[in-house]
Nanobody, 124 residues
């Protein structure tokens, strides 16, 4: 089965930047179009969607709180998904997960393959 592995997390001060990577062990899906996603889980909160990447049409979606600060992208040749995060704030502190599913949705149930997560900590 395909495995996803996140990396790039760490500790930064508010206003700093990080780029997360999500490497797939093989081509994730054979569908013409599928979804790659970043979710996060803040302490004491449920896992929530951050950014979605709809392959095929290469369309992106962002949750309101990260619009203008985060950018999701895919390097198809490297089979890697990225999340560039700028102007990080303490409220961005969370475990970040990548996932893949057939269609883009903010619902956790829409994704059947998940990575193990990478921690991002932002201090004020």
């Amino acid at each position: 089965q395909v495995q996803l592995a996140e990396s790039g997390g760490g500790s930064v001060q508010a206003g700093g930047s990080l780029t997360l990577s999500c490497a797939a062990s093989e081509y994730t899906r054979t569908d013409a179009s599928y979804c790659l996603a970043w979710f996060r889980q803040r302490p004491g909160s449920m896992r929530e969607g951050v950014a979605l990447f709809e392959t095929g049409v290469r369309r992106t979606y962002y949750t309101e709180s990260v619009k203008g600060r985060f950018n999701i992208s895919q390097d198809y040749a490297k089979n890697t998904l990225y999340l560039q995060m700028n102007n990080l704030q303490p409220e961005d502190t969370a475990m970040y997960y990548c996932a893949t599913g057939r269609g883009c949705t903010w619902s956790l149930g829409g994704y059947n393959i998940w990575g193990q997560g990478t921690q991002v900590t932002v201090s004020s």
